[in-house]
């Protein structure tokens, strides 16, 4: 296992950015029933945290991106991490919004890119990849070549690493759902018994239903 994937992880659950909870799930805004709810951007009141992210990030962009350009955050969870990267790298940096802006211009893109500008894009956590990649789309629509995205974490969905795949995104990310659970187990946060449920719910996480014994215990 990458050792910083497994630190990332164990700092993420040591102040609840990822909350585990196989026995009482969240329910997610989608409607899906999950024993996880991640919120990264806790990271950002803790300064060796951030700091830690931040290195880490650009490590890996120098490692796999050495010919970017600009770094784009996707908004609004990467915005801040975002930023700090490419003020590290002393790179242009850009956000990209969800939806266009109700007022004004209407951006998409927030920032200034030149058409052929090599982009990588910053996200903090992947889970269907669906919004992640419709930043990617906008900047392809503005001309620029996006060669790759990093991200924070990943819970490793099937359906997110198909569509990554079908888009020609190269992923990568400092830390992910096995990783986490390694962590998890490892300092006592979840137990053996509640591995099987975990492991359970990434496999289909639409259609994951919680065991009612769970429930009642």
Known sequence: MNDVAQILADKLLKISAINLQPNNPFVWASG???????DNRKTLSYP?????????????ILENFPEVDAVAGVATGAIAQGALVADTLSLPYVYV???????????????????????????DLISTGGSSLKAVEAL???????VGMAALFTYGFPVAEKAFEKANVKLIT?????????AALATNYIQESDLATLREWR?????????PQSLTD
Do not use: Q
Not at 48 to 60: G, H, N, Q
Not at 98 to 121: A, M, W, Y
Not at 203 to 211: E, L, M, R, T, Y
């Open 48 to 60: 060796e945290i951030r700091s830690f992210i931040k290195v880490e990030l650009c490590r890996m």
């Open 174 to 182: 400092l830390s992910n759902y096995n990783a986490m659970l390694e």
């Open 97 to 123: 919004r969800s939806t266009p802006k109700d007022h004004g211009l209407e951006n998409l893109i927030e920032g200034s890119l030149k058409p052929g500008t090599r982009v990588v894009v910053i996200e």
């Open 203 to 211: 496999k289909d996480p639409a259609s994951w239903v919680p065991n």
């Open 140 to 146: 392809r629509a503005a001309g620029c070549e996006v």
């Open 32 to 38: 899906w029933n999950s024993p996880i709810y991640t």
